[in-house]
């Protein structure tokens, strides 16, 4: 899989955002897929990174970020510290939310993205990861509080990852 990620990374420097299907004969144009690593190939006109270092730290960023938005969402639903940091350290070392209990009958719970195992070295998978998280914490916000912003802030998180991973609008 980082392969193919890098060599989008590379046909974003070359040739920009519209991935084009390499492997067909029929002419296309191209499509708005994997733009995560197509973006970062753009960047990467400036950067002028290995493709394979720029992957790496990207996934380090996007761990990290990842990591910050699971603190924030523990820092909602702890009041004590020690509380806060024991969850925090339970979820990020413990490889993500499937210790949970009854989490057995839920349809998803062996995903990968929702393991951390995945989002940690991908960086479309963290930040698809992320948004998810935040989506439903600033909607579960919104509902208990009734604050308009928290509503448009998970509107806009469902909007980016349903742009950045189709599939997750399912």
Known sequence: DINVYVSYIRYGQ???VLLVNPYTLEPHRGV???QTYTILGVIN?????DPFLLFHLASIIAGIALLLSIYYVNRLVFQSSLERLTSFAIISLGGGLGWINNFIFAADYRLA???LLDPLERPHNAITTMLVILLVTF???YVTSNNTR???L???SSFIVYTIHPP???
Not at 45 to 49: D, H, I, P
């Open 154 to 156: 998970s509107l806009l």
């Open 139 to 141: 909607l579960g916000k």
């Open 14 to 16: 070359r040739h920009g």
């Open 32 to 34: 708005f897929v994997f």
């Open 168 to 170: 997750f609008a399912l």
């Open 150 to 152: 928290y509503l448009k």
């Open 113 to 115: 993205g929702f393991s």
């Open 45 to 49: 006109r400036f950067l002028n990174l």
